[in-house]
Nanobody, 123 residues
Framework: QVQLVESGGGLVQPGGSLRLSCAAS????????MGWFRQAPGKEREFVAR????????AYADSVKGRFTISRDNAKNTVYLQMNSLKPEDTAVYYC????????????????WGQGTQVTVSS
């Protein structure tokens, strides 16, 4: 399995931006599908975005389409989540996840998880 460490969370005003990073250990990072999930207090963990091993295929939750962008740099073993036009409802702990499956359907398809980073959107 690959080890994942997220960073970049924090407090931001509505309409602001943040970029999350997820650094992965291991030499096979480029073979993993990478995903971002989030969990708000009292709610279930939900899918945010995912990207295939070569960046050719991406998917987003409807709630973040047009505002969030997932990207990866395989040379740096890092995946990013650029979040723009943030809303209070984006407040959650954001998790990075990895899977060897090319088309993961849900959180259960991901075998490796980071510890999460808190994102708070508030004025």
């Amino acid at each position: 399995q690959v080890q994942l460490v997220e960073s970049g969370g924090g407090l931001v005003q509505p309409g602001g931006s943040l970029r999350l990073s997820c650094a992965a250990s291991g030499r096979t990072f480029s073979s993993y599908t990478m995903g971002w999930f989030r969990q708000a207090p009292g709610k279930e963990r939900e899918f945010v975005a995912r990207m295939s091993w070569n960046g050719g295929i991406t998917a987003y939750a409807d709630s973040v389409k047009g505002r969030f962008t997932i990207s990866r740099d395989n040379a740096k073993n890092t995946v990013y989540l650029q979040m723009n036009s943030l809303k209070p409802e984006d407040t959650a702990v954001y998790y990075c996840a990895a899977t060897v499956r090319p088309f993961p359907l849900d959180a259960g398809s991901f075998g490796s998880w980071g510890q999460g980073t808190q994102v708070t959107v508030s004025s």
